[in-house]
């Protein structure tokens, strides 16, 4: 099993290996039992989404335009929270 320390301020991650041949020997493991591997870069995911678009994935798009400033549709809280951690930009 793969042991993850969180107390190393010099880190450069978030997460750190405790051993970093614990995680090529995980790697090794999961790589010879998959039929398939899936790779993904997830290092500009939330920067490339258009915020509002998760208010219309959830309510549609008349329905969340009808209520910009309303908390009740949830997506526009969502659309709100997102935003507000890109400098309260859209983007996307």
């Not at 450069?12 to 290996?17: D, E, F, K, T, Y």
């Not at 790779?39 to 509002?52: E, K, L, Q």
């Not at 309510?59 to 309260?88: C, F, I, M």
């Amino acid at each position: 099993m793969l042991t993850l320390t969180f107390d190393d301020p010099k880190a450069m991650r978030a997460l750190v290996p405790a051993r970093l041949r614990l995680v090529a020997d995980e790697r090794a493991h999961h790589r010879a039992r998959a039929r398939y591997i899936v790779r993904a870069d997830v290092n500009r995911c939330y920067p490339s989404i258009y915020t509002h678009s998760l208010a219309w994935a959830a309510h549609t798009k008349p329905v969340a335009k009808a209520n910009p400033t309303s908390k009740s549709p949830y997506g526009n809280e969502l659309d709100r929270h997102v935003r507000s951690g890109q400098g309260k930009q859209t983007v996307g």
